[in-house]
């Protein structure tokens, strides 16, 4: 599951890269070209897998056990 969520997220930052790269400067807020790439609610416009790989028990279990029981994913 791992390989295809970063399969999954690499395809959101490939895009993410090209859009900086079209803008003057190449920065957008803390995205730089070739430096930060800053993709933003992957689980949410991704398809069913990345939201699968954030609400898995095991994720979820450890988000708990380290914030308390009201984790938000942002």
């Known amino acids: 599951m791992l390989g295809e969520a970063t ?21 957008c807020s803390i995205a730089e070209a070739g430096a930060i790439t800053f993709s933003s609610h992957l689980a949410a416009r991704s ?3 990345l ?6 028990v095991a994720l ?13 994913l942002y």
């Open 60 to 72: 979820t279990g450890i988000a708990a056990d380290l914030l308390g029981p009201d984790v938000r």
């Open 47 to 49: 398809d069913v897998l």
């Open 7 to 27: 399969a999954a997220i690499d395809r959101f930052d490939e895009q993410a890269e090209a859009y900086l790269r079209s803008v003057e400067g190449e920065r």
């Open 51 to 56: 939201h699968r790989l954030v609400t898995h």
